[in-house]
């Protein structure tokens, strides 16, 4: 294998990892979203809710 080929090898194995990185950012940030949003339901049903004292 010539040092060409091993070159062109590893830039499109990078450009794969960079393909699989970009894919899981933008798994994260759905899930990011996905929790805010839980979290501000999750408040606003606890604001709603009468608190009885204990």
Do not use: C, F, G, S
């Not at 699989?20 to 408040?43: F, G, P, S, T, W």
Request: glycine share 0%; net charge neutral.
């Amino acid at each position: 294998m010539t040092q060409d080929e091993k070159l062109d090898m590893l830039l499109k194995e990078m450009e794969n990892i960079n393909k699989r990185l970009d894919k899981q950012d933008e798994q994260l940030d759905y899930i990011v979203a996905r929790l805010n949003h839980m979290r501000e339901k999750a408040h606003a049903q606890r604001a709603e809710k009468t608190a009885w004292p204990k």
